[in-house]
């Protein structure tokens, strides 16, 4: 019998119009849907839980990852910054 293939959590839109991505049961809000800023997050969040054996830590916190996505998106932590303001 042919072994399934594991795929990874979709992205999809929540009503607060951020995107979320549901992983281990928790959801993950990534910022506002399809902004570059979210699909960084998601890309980078994948990442870690398909590197972790597709789990995540205890406790992990979304926010940890803001400083990889920054990197990601070319930004530093001064441009991020003016960005949300």
Known sequence: MAK??????????HLSGQSVVRIDGQGFYLGEHD?????????????IYQAGRMKLSDGFDVRSTDVQVEFLLGQTGSQAIDQTN
């Open 35 to 47: 902004s570059p800023e979210s699909i960084a997050r998601d890309a980078f969040l994948i990442g």
């Open 4 to 13: 399934t293939k594991a795929k990874a959590p979709a992205c999809s839109y």
